[in-house]
């Protein structure tokens, strides 16, 4: 149903071989349960691969707790296409089941009044927008840290704000891309379907999943489709650094050079 929710946000999670970031997965997930406004309708979209079990069991034991105003919507999909941000993230805008979408990153958390303020500058018809600041961990150790103290059992940990370091976010990188569901219908004159994420670009195709996730350089064609992007202030939007990037490794978990565009 066209604009059931306020918000959608779509974000990816592949730990069977780097399970930090169902770790992320729980801080984020945590961030919303705790801190979304209950007048605000959110529909949580999580895209995982099958063949990542214990993440899928996480999820599905997740969706009996969840508050009546936030919606886990879990995606299970072959790794072929969970490997290629912008397939889900395109799937999910041609739904067009909420009013805005935030198609982000699993390493984002969403804190008090984010999501409030969000909607009180962005609307349906707005064009690309992404926050002004961002609030960081100083350094990759601290963020690694935070991880190291969530255990299997701790399925909605919380997290210390004094962690984290307000940084200005001078482009609009791929977790925070924010659009209004208008835009994203809106018909493409080059191909005469809607612009949805990137539809119909060579990279909303499957891929080989031996190779492991792959390059999100998606986040450049969406850009220049909707340029100007324009930054907004809306408050407390948290992001975890961490050492692992998922896109370096194979299927395996065996680091490999990061595999750029041409694939």
Wanted: glycine residues 4%.
């Amino acid at each position: 149903m066209r604009n059931e929710y306020d918000i959608e946000i779509i974000a990816h999670c592949w730990a069977k071989t780097l399970p930090v970031y169902r770790t992320h997965l729980k801080y984020q997930l945590a961030s919303l349960i705790n801190f979304t406004h209950p007048d605000i309708y959110v529909c949580y979209t999580v895209c995982i691969s099958r063949d990542d079990e214990a993440t899928m069991n996480y999820l599905h034991e997740c969706t009996q707790h969840m508050p009546p105003h936030v919606v886990l919507n879990i995606e299970v999909m072959p790794s072929s296409m969970l490997f290629r941000r912008a397939i889900a993230r395109n799937m999910r805008a041609l739904e067009a089941c909420a009013r805005v979408y935030w198609f982000t990153d699993v390493d984002y958390l969403f804190g008090r009044n984010c999501l409030v303020s969000l909607l009180e500058k962005v609307s349906q018809i707005s064009g690309l927008t992404y926050p002004r600041y961002i609030k960081l961990n100083p350094d990759h150790a601290t963020g690694d840290r935070m991880c190291e103290t969530v255990f299997d059992v701790d399925k909605f940990p919380t997290f210390d704000e004094r962690l984290f370091v307000p940084r200005e976010q001078k482009t609009c990188i791929g977790g925070v891309h924010i659009i209004g569901v208008d835009r994203l219908l809106a018909i493409n004159p080059k191909t005469n379907e809607p612009y949805g994420y990137i539809n119909g670009h060579r990279k909303c195709k499957p891929v080989d999943e031996a190779d492991g996730f792959r390059s999100c350089r998606c986040d450049v064609q969406f850009k220049a489709q909707h340029q100007p992007a324009l930054h907004i202030n809306i408050p407390n939007v948290f992001r975890i650094r961490h050492t692992h990037a998922g896109r370096c490794y194979d299927s395996k978990g065996e680091r490999e050079p990061m595999k750029g565009d041409h694939d």
